[in-house]
C-alpha cells in the first residue's frame, strides 16, 4: 500500500528516510525541489554535476548522505534524461523506478515533486496520475502478503494541491485494488 501526503516545500519539517529528486541533464540550473535542496546543501548537487560525477541521463541514480544537513537522512538523485524526450509514459516508468529504487535501499518514508519540464503541455493532474500509477503498477506486482507500506510525501507549491489529489482521485479510480493507495 502506498499511503500519499501533500506538502508545500518545507524541507527544513518534511518527515522521511528519503528525499527523492529529479533532475534532467539537459536543464541547468537546476529547479523546482531539486534546486531547493541543492540551496539547502550548499550547491552539493550543482558542484557533482560540474564536476562531471553526474549528468542526468536516463536512468542515473545516485544515492547521497545529508550527514545531518536536512532532516532527512537521504537524497535519492534520479536522472530523467533531456527535457524534450520526457513524455506521461515517462512519469509512469519514474514513479515505478522511484518506488523500486527506495525498497532496495530499505526506504518507505518518501518525498518528492512529481517529475517534468514546468514549461511542458499535460495538466499537472494527469502528470501526478501517471506518476502514482507508475508507483502503484510496481506495488500490484507484490502479492497482498508482501506488499510493502510506502508512505509517499508529495511536495508543491500550494496552488497544485487540488490538481495534486484530482491526479490521486483519478490514479485511485484506475487501479481495480484500491486499498493500495490512500491519500490525505
Known amino acids: 500500500m502506498v499511503r500519499v501526503y501533500i506538502s508545500n516545500f518545507d524541507i527544513e519539517n518534511i518527515e522521511c528516510q528519503t ?22 546543501m550548499n550547491g552539493l548537487l550543482s ?11 536516463k536512468g542515473e541514480k545516485i544515492l547521497i548522505a545529508t550527514e545531518g544537513r536536512l532532516p532527512f537522512k537521504k537524497i535519492l538523485l534520479m536522472g530523467l534524461g533531456k527535457t524534450e ?7 509512469a516508468d519514474t514513479g515505478k523506478d522511484m518506488a523500486e529504487t527506495a525498497y532496495k535501499i530499505g526506504s518507505t518514508q518518501l518525498a518528492t515533486q512529481v517529475p517534468g519540464p514546468e514549461s511542458r503541455g499535460a495538466d499537472y493532474s494527469k502528470r501526478v496520475e501517471r506518476f502514482i500509477n507508475g508507483v502503484l503498477n510496481w506495488l500490484s ?14 511536495m508543491d507549491r500550494e496552488e497544485r494541491f487540488d490538481d495534486i489529489m484530482a491526479g490521486l482521485y483519478k ?5 481495480k485494488n484500491k486499498k493500495i493507495l490512500s491519500f490525505t
Open 141 to 154: 506486482s507484490f502479492d497482498d502478503e508482501n506488499r510493502p507500506e510506502i508512505d509517499l510525501t508529495l
Open 47 to 57: 558542484n557533482m554535476i560540474i564536476k562531471g560525477f553526474c549528468d542526468g541521463h
Open 19 to 40: 528525499m527523492v529528486l529529479g533532475f534532467f541533464e539537459d536543464e541547468r540550473p537546476l529547479r523546482g525541489l531539486t534546486g531547493l535542496v541543492d540551496w539547502k
Open 171 to 175: 490514479s485511485k479510480s484506475f487501479h
Open 85 to 91: 524526450a520526457f513524455d506521461l509514459e515517462d512519469l
